[in-house]
């Protein structure tokens, strides 16, 4: 794809896991809608900060969720709480350590992520009706 679009000697591929991608220095790292699912999201957090450059930026964008279980009792919480089940807390347990946060994981769980990750800086910079948007910063 890269390459049909002229792109091939500015992009470089590689697979890797959310633990162990390689470089160091990035300005933004971003997770879309995905930190949730992972069995170890600290162990990822924790490998984003040490691959940002000392004022770089990791981006997340999450489910929409509030910290309490009844506020998520909504339309769009009872079907994001029907796919969690079904799909992001099953893979989360087949990776190790198994965290689960599912994807009603809430704003106070996903700063204490960020927190345990050595980040210092947490804040959500916007919303969706479907998602919230956070920064975190060294």
């Known amino acids: 794809m890269a390459a049909n679009a002229g792109l091939a000697e500015r992009c470089h591929f590689e697979v890797a896991t959310a633990t162990a991608y390689p470089g160091t220095g990035y300005d933004l790292v971003t997770i879309f809608d995905a930190l ?16 940002l450059a000392p004022d770089g ?5 999450e489910p929409y969720a509030n910290d309490r279980l ?19 807390v099953p893979h989360s347990l087949s990776e190790e350590p198994g965290l689960a946060l599912g994807a009603q994981a809430g704003e ?6 960020t927190t345990d990750a050595g980040f210092r800086h947490f804040r959500r910079v916007a919303q969706t009706p479907l998602n919230l948007i956070y920064e975190a910063r060294p």
């Not at 949730?36 to 691959?51: I, K, M, N």
């Not at 930026?57 to 964008?61: A, D, G, I, K, R």
């Open 36 to 51: 949730h699912d992972l069995g170890d999201p600290v162990g990822a957090a924790a490998h984003l900060r040490q691959s």
């Open 70 to 88: 009844e506020d998520n009792l909504t339309p769009v919480g009872r079907a994001f709480y029907a796919a969690s089940t079904l799909l992001c």
């Open 57 to 61: 930026t990791f981006l997340l964008v």
């Open 108 to 113: 106070q769980r996903l700063h204490q992520i």
